[in-house]
């Protein structure tokens, strides 16, 4: 089993920045496939990035794209989710989540273990 601890929001300014991290610990750390998602008031939760899978490309939403960069360091057991240029629409609950198994990082469904959640807010 896997903990997550996610860190890094708060209240930032359109047009703004924040990084995000996400700290897992437990067994056999490197084995999980990691994943960010979130989630607005009223909405359902959605993807928001991943680190590579299968050893191709990292996954992102479509409207993260060219704003948002996912990374992850091994010696650290974290995962970081660098936001720029942010909306108020990016306004949100961060989730991270892990699994060990899975065929799609878009999934939610496919992620066991979640973290507490950060929370996000862009003003206009």
């Known amino acids: 089993q896997v903990q997550l601890v996610e860190s890094g929001g708060g209240l930032v300014q359109a047009g703004g920045s924040l990084r995000l991290s996400c700290v897992a610990s437990?067994?056999?750390?490197?084995?999980?496939?990691m994943g960010w998602f979130r989630q607005a008031p009223g909405n359902k939760r959605e993807f928001v990035a991943s680190?590579?899978?299968?050893?191709?490309?990292?996954n992102y939403a479509d409207s993260v794209k060219g704003r948002f960069t996912i990374s992850r360091d091994a010696a650290k057991n974290t995962v970081y989710l660098q936001m720029n240029s942010l909306k108020p629409d990016d306004t949100g609950v961060y989730f991270c989540?892990?699994?060990?198994?899975?065929?799609?990082?878009?999934?939610?469904?496919?992620?066991?273990?979640w973290g507490q959640g950060t929370q996000v807010t862009v003003s206009s």
């Open positions: 989540a892990a699994t060990t198994m899975g065929s799609s990082p878009y999934n939610q469904y496919e992620y066991p273990y």
């Open positions: 437990g067994r056999f750390v490197s084995r999980y496939h």
């Open positions: 680190p590579s899978w299968s050893g191709g490309s990292t």
